[in-house]
């Protein structure tokens, strides 16, 4: 099964910018789609953005398009989720995710990186 840790997060002042970075092992992620979500304190956690195994397709939420990006290296076995122009709703802990060929959801998570955005 793969494993995933997030690295990255940290304090950023109001549009600034900040890459998070999610590292796979027991896995590679050309095989997973691969996702981020993210949960602000007394929230739920919210989807942010998806790469699809095949084609690189990508999928964003309304509130980050034209802000994120998600991307993978595979010779490193890592995604990427680049964040501009940073607001102060985007504080959350950031989870990336992996979805298996047999599974209908995403099944495999990191613990979380921290974003703080300042105003």
């Known amino acids: 099964q793969v494993q995933l840790v997030e690295s990255g997060g940290g304090l950023v002042q109001a549009g600034g910018s900040l890459r998070l970075a999610c590292a796979a092992s027991?896995?590679?992620?050309?095989?997973?789609?691969m996702a981020w979500f993210r949960q602000a304190p007394g929230k739920e956690r919210d989807f942010v953005a998806r790469l699809r195994k095949y084609g690189s397709s990508t999928n964003y939420a309304d509130s980050v398009k034209g802000r994120f990006t998600i991307f993978r290296d595979n010779d490193k076995n890592t995604v990427y989720l680049q964040m501009s122009s940073l607001k102060p709703e985007d504080t959350a802990v950031y989870y990336c995710?992996?979805?298996?060929?047999?599974?209908?959801?995403?099944?495999?998570w990191g613990q979380g990186t921290q974003v703080t955005v300042s105003s």
């Open positions: 027991g896995g590679t992620v050309s095989n997973y789609d």
């Open positions: 995710a992996a979805r298996s060929t047999a599974s209908q959801s995403f099944n495999y």
